[in-house]
């Protein structure tokens, strides 16, 4: 059979023999020890021959090789080994195997590394700071604000009254806009439930009244970014 050698294309010994076993169209489990040693000879000898360094581990196959090779040539009497030591030619047959599966797997992997090089990812981004702040009509944000109130009720039923010194005070809408328009003047902007820092139902409704006078007046916004979060009231600009 001719052969046609190929220098440097080998990662070693195992995968110098599987390519002889494919070229002689062999199966793994009924390799030809006979023929498969002298074309791996042949491969070592032509590498001799151009003066190329041969690595210690192709050497040490051909040995293993060798030995398997005499071993069939010996009357089968002779050829007998010990039941408990390991027939070479099983033991360089599971290897072969072995490695063979690693390849295909190696195969596989550098598949998949050439499909995913083709894809880009970026990592996750506040889309948020893309968009434009919505601001409602007069006659939604009344409703809008409506139900906010209704929220702040509930939420404030649930929580455990405070301690605190009962005082009388009277608390007027055009008060409660000097007093909203000064703290939106000096904190740019605060959430709607921000401004009921008194929880006195007076207080409470006056400061909600004013909140709808400002609106009416133009001279506040009313944002709320998504659907379900915070109400957010910031001064215009005039």
Do not use: C, W
């Not at 007093?179 to 939106?184: A, V």
């Not at 009416?216 to 009231?233: A, L, R």
Request: glycine residues 0%; proline residues 3%; without cysteine.
């Amino acid at each position: 059979m001719e052969y046609k050698i190929v220098i440097n294309e080998f990662e070693g010994p195992l995968d110098l023999l599987l390519h002889l076993i494919k070229e002689s169209k062999m199966e793994i489990t009924e390799i030809r020890i006979d023929e498969i040693t002298k074309q791996y000879l042949d491969y070592i000898e032509t590498m001799e021959s151009m003066n190329l360094d041969i690595a210690s581990e192709y050497l040490i196959m051909a040995a293993e090789l060798i030995e398997m090779k005499s071993r069939s040539l010996l009357p089968s009497k002779q050829n007998e080994t010990d039941e408990y030591e390991e027939d070479p030619k099983k033991k360089l047959i599971a290897r072969l195997l072995e490695y063979k599966r690693y390849k295909e797997m190696t195969s596989l992997f550098e598949d998949l590394e050439l499909v995913r090089k083709k894809f880009y990812t970026k990592k996750p981004e506040d889309l948020r700071t893309y968009q434009e702040p919505v601001e409602f009509e007069e006659t939604y944000d009344v409703n809008l604000l409506v139900e906010a109130l209704n929220n702040f009720f509930k939420r404030k039923q649930k929580e455990k009254p405070l301690n605190t010194k009962i005082t009388k005070k009277e608390y007027s809408v055009n008060k409660r806009n000097i007093e909203i328009k000064n703290i939106l003047l000096k904190k740019k902007q605060v959430k709607f439930e921000d401004l009921f820092d008194v929880y006195k139902k007076d207080y409470v409704v006056v400061t909600f009244l004013s909140i709808l006078d400002l609106l009416k007046k133009q001279e506040i916004n009313v944002i709320q970014d998504n659907n379900f979060s915070s109400i957010i009231i910031s001064i215009k600009n005039n």
